[in-house]
């Protein structure tokens, strides 16, 4: 350690700082995942009023911001659990196990959340509708 009046580290001219900045960034999909908050306020917002608009919108940007993402994580980190499956090399650990196996497992919990999420969402949808067309026939 060097102080401002010190010696300097060897070998260095204190410009090698931006590779340790990056070594805990997040991955690229995760920052549209950061949206997947979205859809559920849409839903929340539908609830009162049972508004089938909100509902929609609320189903469709799940598929964007929810879903999609996690489709798109799963084919990034693939070339790692490619690597872990046929050479059993893992380069990131997590609580002393492979980090990419911790996403996927991480990844598969979410795509059932989601997925239970427009499940639900559109028997909700179906309901509404035929609740919102046997008013219009009487």
Do not use: C
């Not at 070594?23 to 839903?43: D, F």
């Not at 609830?47 to 799940?62: A, H, K, T």
């Not at 893992?90 to 427009?118: D, P």
């Amino acid at each position: 350690m060097a102080s401002r009046a010190g010696p300097r580290a060897a070998g260095t001219d204190g410009s090698d700082f931006q590779h340790r900045e990056r070594v805990a960034m997040p991955y690229q999909w995760e920052y549209p995942y950061l949206l997947s908050i979205l859809p559920s306020l849409l839903g929340l917002l539908s609830f009162p009023r049972n508004n089938i608009s909100y509902l929609v919108l609320s189903m469709i940007s799940m598929g964007l911001f929810s879903i999609a993402p996690l489709i798109y994580g799963s084919m990034e980190m693939f070339p790692a659990a490619q690597q872990l499956y046929r050479h059993g090399k893992a380069y990131r650990f997590l609580f002393g196990f492979s980090a990419v196996s911790i996403m996927y497992l991480v990844l598969v919990l979410a795509v059932q959340v989601h997925a239970w999420q427009l499940y639900y969402s559109k028997k909700l949808l179906d309901s509404w509708f035929t609740s919102t067309q046997e008013k219009k026939h009487k």
